[in-house]
Every structure is written in structure tokens, then in C-alpha cells.
């Protein structure tokens, strides 16, 4: 199976902020890589997936970037409802999936 | 809309097994994957493996294989997850989730809560 590889695993961060997130994949997983949030007692949420594209709805203060093994999460001028844990996913493995670790970014 | 439902919390001890069912509604059953993800309290998410609702067909993560198995009815548009050889770190919310591309629609979870 493809690793995961997140950090870091917690972000100290203040509102305003340029806050940004790395997930390393053990192989190329190409563009396939997907970004979610997920607030405490909620289900993940959809922001970025094919590494770079914003799903309908997420702000422009998110974006993603990298292809190949590396890859990057940017949160622009961080939000209050921005305080939450972000997970990668590589979906490129036809037949299994991948999460990272996680970070958690707190004030 | 998409609606997946998840059956309600189950205790389990140590060794049993335990089978979580997820109801699909809101779309073309057969035209989707359903995929399970697990989080223990305060951890990650962790995928455990999908299914094709349309073929059957499955892939599981490699640390589940043996112990996972994923079966639909097509009758019903419901899928189910069976974990057997329980452990105590098997304690987790179990979510199924309805990929478009990547997961968009998950449901609500299922706690599994496993304790002699």
C-alpha cells in the first residue's frame, strides 16, 4: 500500500496567518491527491482534490499544490473556522486508498 | 440528495466480530463504490476498503486483510462491513463514505466499542 506522509502533525497558528501543510506520498501517486477538514465531532469535508483543484464551495484562501511525491496545503490568511485537522488521500492506487496522519491546526 | 445511513453503536468484546450496515439513497446504488474509513477516539482516519455495489467486488487495506469483509444487497441499496478477531484498538467511529472522484458524501458513523 502507498504511505502517507503528513507534517507537520501540529500547527500553532494565529487568525490572519499563512499556514501551510506537507504530505509526502512513499511513491507517485502523479495528481491524484485529495485535502480534507474535519472539525471535532463532524464528518471530513471536501476541499482539494486532483492535488490543485478547489471543490465547489471551499474559499480561495485554500489551495493546493505539488504532483508526484510531494505536496502542499496553503491556507491564506487563516480564518477562526479554519481551526481544525486536514488530511491527505491519495487515490492513485487503483485498488487502495491512503490517509496521512493528519494536522491539526490550533490557536 | 445523497443520504447514507449507518446502523447504531455496538459493544463487542474482545475476539467476537461485529457487522455495521450503511443504507444508500439519493442516487444510483450500483453506480458507485461504497468505502469504509475508521477514526479511534481522538486518532486519524484510516481507510479500511471498498466495495463495488454494482459487482461485489472488494479491496481491503492491507492491515485489515483476513479480517475484513465487505457485502451488499442491491435489494435494499445497503452495504455492510463485518470486522471479526475484535481488538480493544479496533475501538473506533466506522464512517461509510460515496466517492464522486474522492469522498463527498459520508455517513453519520458508527461507534464500535470494544471491552471485555
Known amino acids: 500500500d502507498i504511505q502517507m506522509t503528513q507534517t507537520p502533525s501540529t500547527i500553532s497558528a494565529s487568525v490572519g496567518d499563512r499556514v501551510t501543510i506537507s504530505c509526502r506520498a512513499s511513491?507517485?501517486?502523479?495528481?491524484?491527491l485529495a485535502w480534507y477538514q474535519q472539525k471535532p465531532g463532524e464528518v471530513p469535508s471536501l476541499l482539494i482534490y486532483?492535488?490543485?483543484t478547489l471543490e465547489t464551495g471551499v474559499p480561495s484562501r485554500f489551495s493546493g499544490s505539488g504532483s508526484g511525491t510531494e505536496f502542499t496545503l496553503t491556507i491564506n490568511s487563516l480564518q477562526p473556522d479554519d481551526f481544525a485537522t486536514y488530511y491527505c488521500q491519495q487515490y492513485s492506487s487503483y485498488s487502495t486508498w491512503t490517509f496521512g496522519q493528519g494536522t491539526k491546526v490550533e490557536i | 440528495q445523497v443520504q447514507l445511513l449507518q446502523s447504531g453503536p455496538e459493544v463487542k468484546k474482545p475476539g467476537a466480530s461485529v457487522k455495521v450496515s450503511c443504507t444508500a439513497s439519493g442516487y444510483t446504488f450500483s453506480a458507485f463504490y461504497i468505502h469504509w474509513v475508521r477514526q479511534a477516539p481522538g486518532q486519524g482516519l484510516e481507510w479500511v476498503g471498498r466495495?463495488?455495489?454494482?459487482?461485489?467486488?472488494?479491496n481491503y487495506a492491507q492491515q485489515f486483510q483476513g479480517r475484513v469483509s465487505m457485502t451488499r444487497d442491491t435489494s435494499i441499496t445497503t452495504v455492510y462491513m463485518e470486522l471479526s478477531g475484535l481488538r480493544s484498538d479496533d475501538t473506533a467511529r466506522y464512517f461509510c463514505?460515496?466517492?464522486?472522484?474522492?469522498?463527498?458524501?459520508w455517513g453519520q458513523g458508527t461507534l464500535i466499542t470494544v471491552s471485555s
Open positions: 463514505a460515496k466517492p464522486h472522484i474522492v469522498l463527498r458524501d
Open positions: 486532483k492535488a490543485s
Open positions: 511513491q507517485s501517486i502523479r495528481v491524484w
Open positions: 466495495i463495488n455495489a454494482d459487482t461485489g467486488d472488494t
